[in-house]
C-alpha cells in the first residue's frame, strides 16, 4: 500500500516568510508525528497527535511553529518568520497506535536562506 | 524510546560480503528497531525484534538480541551498493514511548 507522503519534498524560502509543510500519513494511521533532522543531527522530536488532538507539543522549538491535524489524516506543520536555523529535513512518520512501529516519509528539505 | 549506541561508525566493504553492525542500549526494553537511512530513499524501517526473541531473519537481514548484554547485531548478507546507508537502532519501552531518539549511526558504505 501507499506510504507516507510529504510535500513539498524541497523548499526555499527567505528568512521572514511563513512555510507550509504537509504529511500524508498511511491510510489508518491514527498516531502522527513531526521530527526534522538538521545537518549532521540526530533526530529531534516535534510533536505527536493522536486522531486529531496534540498530546504532546513539547518538542516544537518555539511559538514560530505550529502543526494541526483535520479528519484524523493530513497533517500541516507551519512555520512562521522563518529563520535560518529553521532549514533542515523535517520528517513526518505514522504509526497505527503507540508504540506501534512508526513508518517514515521521505522528508521535506526546508532552507531558509 | 532510547536511543541505541551503534558500532563501528563507518563500515566500508566490497559488494557480495556481509556486513555486521552492533548496537548497545542501556535500560530495559519490550523491542529494538533497525531503521536504514539514505538520501535517496529517506528513513526506512527495516526489522523489529522483541524482548523475548533472540534472533530474526528478514530477507537478507538478519537480527540477533541479547538483553542480558543489552545488545543486538544487525547482519546484512550479501551486500549490495544499494545497501549503502547510515543504519540506527533504537529501543522500545517505556514512557514517552513514542519518542524516536536515535544515535548517530553505523556508516556503511558498499562498494561495488
Known amino acids: ?113 | 524510546s532510547q536511543q541505541g549506541e551503534e558500532d563501528p561508525q563507518a563500515l566500508s566493504i566490497q559488494e557480495g560480503e556481509n556486513a555486521t553492525m552492533n548496537c548497545s542500549y542501556k535500560t530495559s526494553i519490550n523491542n529494538l528497531q533497525w531503521y536504514r537511512q539514505n538520501s535517496g530513499r529517506g528513513l526506512v524501517h527495516l526489522i523489529l525484534i522483541r524482548s523475548n526473541e533472540r534472533e530474526k531473519h528478514s530477507g537478507r537481514l538478519r537480527v540477533t538480541l541479547d538483553t542480558s548484554k543489552k545488545s543486538s547485531s544487525l547482519l546484512i548478507t550479501a551486500s549490495r551498493a544499494a545497501d549503502t546507508a547510515s543504519y540506527f537502532c533504537v529501543g522500545r519501552g517505556g514512557g514517552s514511548n513514542y519518542k524516536l531518539t536515535f544515535g548517530k549511526g553505523t556508516l556503511l558504505t558498499v562498494n561495488p
Not at chain 1, 55 to 61: C, I, N, R, T, Y
Not at chain 1, 84 to 94: R, W
Open chain 1, 1 to 113: 500500500g501507499a506510504g507516507v507522503s510529504q510535500s513539498p519534498s524541497n523548499k526555499v524560502t527567505e528568512k521572514g516568510k511563513d512555510v507550509e509543510l504537509r504529511c500524508d500519513p498511511i491510510s489508518g494511521h491514527t498516531a502522527l508525528y513531526w521530527y526534522r533532522q538538521s545537518l549532521g543531527q540526530g533526530l529531534e522530536f516535534l510533536i505527536y497527535f493522536q486522531g486529531n488532538s496534540a498530546p504532546d507539543k513539547s518538542g516544537l522549538p518555539s511559538d514560530r511553529f505550529s502543526a494541526e491535524r483535520t479528519g484524523g489524516s493530513v497533517s500541516t506543520l507551519t512555520i512562521q518568520r522563518t529563520q535560518q536555523e529553521d532549514s533542515a529535513v523535517y520528517l513526518c512518520a505514522s504509526s497505527l497506535g503507540d508504540p506501534d512501529t512508526q513508518y517514515f516519509g521521505p522528508g521535506t528539505r526546508l532552507t531558509v536562506l
